[in-house]
């Protein structure tokens, strides 16, 4: 019996929205008033993906940052993250027509996010994307972020499907490790401009046709 894909499951930075460097510039900026920097190869190898508080958490447990200053850096990374959305978030054309297409096409579409909801509904919203969504889900929706496969598996049940009706378009480790661990079938991009209509059906019809 074939698969059929009924929903697509995207994560949001690195995938639909090219903040993978705003969020390090946005922490780093924070943390360097403190006299602590994250380098970019730790960044890409090991934070990648993951909340900031749990960025935070993981700092302070190599003894690099005090755990008292949690609350300031997290308030401070997010007041530079929005700096950056307002600055550099636009729509960007294949996504809006990628997302136009798949949702007259008939599928669900919902976002996924170990970012904070504020973030994501202001990034969706600037990118012109929030109108083809069902729904999206942050890191404030859920008690184990990614690598957690909670989030996913939460979007799946909102959507009344099963894991193996649904593609899951992710980027990172983390992220990755989620969408497998969830059951979903997986797309994985190495940046957004890989996320396109075509990527996207390629994959859809290579499931459907395995």
């Known amino acids: 019996m074939q698969t059929k894909i009924k929903a697509i499951i995207f994560d ?10 705003w969020h390090f510039e946005a922490l780093n900026r924070a ?5 602590v920097e994250i380098s970019r190869y730790e960044h890409l190898v090991t934070f990648d993906g993951l909340p900031t508080k749990k960025k935070l958490q993981m700092l302070t447990l190599e003894g690099r940052l005090p755990e008292k200053l949690h609350g300031l850096i997290n308030k401070l990374k997010q007041e530079y993250t929005m700096e950056m959305v307002y600055s550099r978030c636009k729509p960007v054309f294949q996504h809006q027509y990628a997302l136009s297409q798949l949702r ?7 976002v996924c996010s170990n970012s904070i909801k504020q973030t994501i509904d202001i990034m969706m919203e600037r990118s012109k994307l929030s109108q083809y969504l069902e729904f999206f889900l942050s890191n404030e929706d859920v008690t184990h972020s990614k690598p957690d496969p909670e989030i996913y598996t939460k979007a799946i049940e909102r959507m009344g499907l099963r894991p193996e009706e649904c593609l899951i378009v992710e980027d990172n480790e983390n992220g990755l490790r989620a969408a497998t661990a969830s059951g979903a079938h997986v797309l994985r991009v190495a940046n957004p ?12 019809n290579e499931i459907v046709n395995a």
């Not at 943390?31 to 006299?35: A, R, V």
């Not at 007259?104 to 919902?110: C, F, K, M, N, W």
Request: glycine letters at 8%.
């Open 31 to 35: 943390l360097q008033l403190f006299g």
């Open 193 to 204: 401009n890989a996320v396109n209509y075509q990527n996207i059906k390629n994959r859809v």
């Open 12 to 21: 949001m930075d690195g995938v639909l929205i090219d903040a993978r460097d």
């Open 104 to 110: 007259h096409e008939g599928y669900l579409l919902a």
